[in-house]
Nanobody
């Protein structure tokens, strides 16, 4: 089993930065891809970014390209999401996800089999 815990959310003004962390624990083998999703009130959960098991490939939704960076520290079983130049439309609960079945993640919720509880990010204008 895999347990994921997000941290680093908070309230910031537009243009500010936050770094989210997702720590994985439990019986893991570090051979899984990781992703970030977000969900605003009344909206579907949407893909934000992912990173392959090797860390050699990343993918981002168009709205965050150039502003967000996903990275991972496999030795710590931790994935990060550095968020710069935040905008009010980035306000959402951010969820960390793990894909233990394949090494490359994906952009669909069904591509992942473990999820964290989420961390709130609020960006004021």
């Amino acid at each position: 089993q895999v347990q994921l815990v997000e941290s680093g959310g908070g309230l910031v003004q537009a243009g500010g930065s936050l770094r989210l962390s997702c720590a994985a624990s439990g019986r893991t083998f570090s051979n899984y891809a990781m992703g970030w999703f977000r969900q605003a009130p009344g909206k579907e959960r949407e893909f934000v970014a992912d990173i392959t098991w090797s860390g050699g490939s990343t993918s981002y939704v168009d709205s965050v390209k150039g502003r967000f960076t996903i990275s991972r520290e496999k030795a710590e079983n931790t994935v990060y999401l550095q968020m710069n130049n935040l905008k009010p439309e980035d306000t959402a609960i951010y969820y960390c996800a793990a894909d233990t079945r394949f090494p490359y993640g994906g952009e669909q919720m069904g591509d992942y089999d473990y999820w964290g509880q989420g961390t709130q990010v609020t960006v004021s204008s």
